[in-house]
């Protein structure tokens, strides 16, 4: 993917695209009626999260950390219990938004990477498929979908939907950052420097991210981390940029250690402990994990090498999908928390922003294939079967979610 500005934030003038809003509006009724319905199970996760919300009292600000260091959801539906409205309705309303924004924002990284190449209505049918792909059903395996494996998007989980909202204006807007820097170096050299609202906006909505989860952070941190130390090696002269960064940032990284002192046995010792979690049965049920959830991105990335080096959103997308994955790996709880499988989340939001990549990346080799063939050959029909068995995985989950009367 050649460089381009992936800044969801940047405001531009574009044509009303009925195709776009279908697509979200398609999104926000299916996730309203399911989530609707999963209120209705008491031990569904959204029914248990909005009891939570429903004890939340705006005169105590702290009541919304009671239950959890994920409060955003949960004050959110809170405010809207304020107007009087049924709590299973202000429940499943808030995380169907959530969703509709998802499909917002992953339409809107399609059209800067794809657009001129792909028609409106396909733009907003990959964007659908990108929001509803679930893990491969492998019927004696997961039959079930989720349970065992996990999947990029989880639709019984309202805490982790608002996450993922937050996720696909992270990622982007840090590599748009870090694009803008390296724009500056041929003009400025070792005093190339953002304009302060640029790291400040990015520090601002990586700590509204922990607000509504910090399971993102928990991987996209450490790989930030890795890809900025990376470039500032690259660029020593330049530590004014990254110390500029790391100065913004800072609140939301002090912030998440509380977070996970709360988690994690500091702040509420009953909670359970971080245990390194490591075995080849493990390693086993992790690759077997990684391959179902990715089946299609890990083809495209062997299938698509010849489609470019990729760029700052590409990399760091791939460094953040990498760390997740070795977080699920060697990372564990202990005590209340050891069946909860948090740092399962980490790896699954990571896995839907490299969904998003992955997608990009072979439509748009797709597009040039075809142009330059004006057939399918065996490389886009092996992309297009894999991205079909997602499709109809991700399809039975939702059926599955509607039916069962299983908490998941």
């Known amino acids: 993917m050649p460089p381009i500005d992936p800044n969801p934030l940047a405001r531009r003038r574009e044509r009303f695209d009925p195709w776009k809003w279908a697509a979200v509006i398609f999104f926000f009724a299916l996730s309203f009626a399911l989530f609707y319905q999963l209120c209705q199970r008491p031990s569904s996760d ?3 999260h909005a009891a939570w919300a429903a004890e939340g009292d705006f005169r105590d600000l ?4 009671h ?3 994920h409060p955003m959801w949960h004050g959110l539906t809170a405010l809207l219990l304020l107007t009087g409205m049924p709590l299973a309705v202000a429940a499943a309303l808030v995380t169907a938004l959530c969703k509709a924004a998802e499909v917002w924002l992953i339409h809107r990284l399609f059209i800067l990477y794809l657009s001129g190449r792909v028609s409106s209505a396909r733009l907003a049918l990959l964007s659908g498929a990108c929001a509803m792909v679930s893990c491969l059903c492998v019927p004696f395996y997961n039959p079930t979908v989720y349970l065992g494996v996990g999947t990029p998007n989880t639709w019984h989980s309202c805490t982790q939907l608002i996450a993922m909202v937050f996720m ?5 807007y840090t590599a748009h950052c870090y694009d803008h820097f390296a724009s500056l170096l ?5 005093r190339a420097l953002l304009p302060w609202r640029e790291p400040i906006t990015l520090g601002v909505l990586l700590f509204l991210s922990l607000l509504a989860k910090p399971t993102f952070m928990q991987a996209f941190l450490p790989a930030a981390c890795l890809y900025f130390l990376y470039q500032w090696i690259r660029h020593p002269k330049n530590s004014r940029f990254f110390g500029q960064i790391i100065l913004c940032v800072l609140p939301s990284v002090l912030f998440m250690i509380v977070q996970y002192m709360y988690y994690f046995g500091i702040i509420v010792p009953s909670q359970g402990d971080m245990v390194l979690e490591l075995s080849m049965g493990k390693l086993g049920r992790v690759a077997v994990s990684t391959l179902l959830i990715q089946a299609f991105p890990l083809y495209v990335l062997l299938a698509c090498r010849k489609a470019g080096r990729g760029d700052t959103f590409f990399w760091l ?5 990498a760390v997740g994955v070795v977080e699920f790996l060697i990372l564990g709880e202990n005590g209340r928390r050891a ?8 790896m699954m939001g990571a896995s839907l922003m490299m969904w998003v990549v992955a997608m990009i990346r072979f439509f748009r080799a797709e597009e ?3 142009a330059a063939s004006g057939r399918l050959n065996a490389r886009r029909m092996g992309g297009y079967a894999l991205l079909g068995w997602h499709l109809l995985s991700g399809a039975y989950y939702i059926a599955y979610l509607f039916t069962t009367q299983n908490a998941l």
């Open 62 to 65: 702290t009541s919304f950390l």
């Open 317 to 321: 997308t791939l460094v953040f999908d």
């Open 168 to 172: 696909l204006l992270c990622v982007p």
């Open 67 to 69: 239950h959890g260091a």
């Open 186 to 190: 041929p003009a400025q050299k070792e």
């Open 46 to 48: 959204i029914s248990i």
């Open 339 to 346: 069946a909860d499988g948090n740092f399962g989340w980490g």
């Open 368 to 370: 040039g294939g075809k």
